[in-house]
């Protein structure tokens, strides 16, 4: 197993691989972060933060784009989601949160093409497919079971259970199983390409 350091931006937001992220960035530590991160074309990772303190399963965020900057430091950014990762240790000799973690993959498992289809269907059936969601994403089933639990707007907890699951096959059937219970109203269905997080207010 290969760690390494990243800096961290503990959120109430969970953040999932090919999820677009805007952040409002005005703390002074996460200036400095943000800004060296902008600098060295590095990464940094999101995690979720509640009572118990920092989840161990985090998501890599990069910096695509600097929306506004301001005289004082402060400015609006879009990250991208990438890659998993898992918290082994938390540091705090810099003005913000290191950790040393290391990537972390879904294990091997059933083949979850008949699952992405029934998924896809199951959007289809209840008339809540995004116009623009991709169907590319059939043939990634990975980046499909992310897609669609953003596209659904699912709760935290419920997301984090998402991005802390090594089974591909056990997001597709969580998903199927979210479809056929609620009707299409009761989810707070969101633009694929336009799903947005404000955070720092």
């Not at 991160?37 to 989840?55: N, T």
């Not at 591909?168 to 979210?178: D, G, H, P, V, Y």
Request: hydrophobic letters at 40%; a negative charge.
């Amino acid at each position: 197993m290969t760690t390494y350091r990243l800096p961290l931006f503990p959120l109430q937001v969970v953040l999932l691989p090919g999820q677009r992220l805007p952040l409002h960035i005005f703390e002074e530590r996460y200036k400095i972060m943000i800004g060296e991160c902008i600098e060295d074309e590095a990464p940094f990772g999101v995690v979720l933060v509640g009572k118990g303190g920092i989840h161990k399963i985090g998501c890599v965020a990069r910096v695509t784009e600097v929306l506004e900057k301001f005289p004082d430091g402060r400015m609006n950014i879009l990250t991208l989601g990438e890659q998993r990762f898992e918290v082994f240790r938390i540091y705090d000799s810099q003005p913000y949160f290191e950790g040393e973690v290391s990537d972390f993959h879904d294990e091997e498992g059933e083949d979850p093409t008949e699952l992405c289809r029934m998924v896809w269907d199951a959007l289809e059936k209840n008339e809540s497919m995004p116009l623009n969601l991709p169907e590319e994403l059939l043939e990634n089933p990975f980046q499909l079971s992310f897609a669609v639990a953003e596209v659904l707007r699912l709760p935290l907890r419920e997301k984090q259970s998402f991005l802390g699951s090594r089974s591909i096959a056990w997001r597709l059937k969580r998903l199927l199983a979210l479809l056929k219970r609620d009707k299409p109203s009761n989810f707070a269905l969101t633009d694929y390409d336009k799903s947005t997080h404000r955070n720092g207010h």
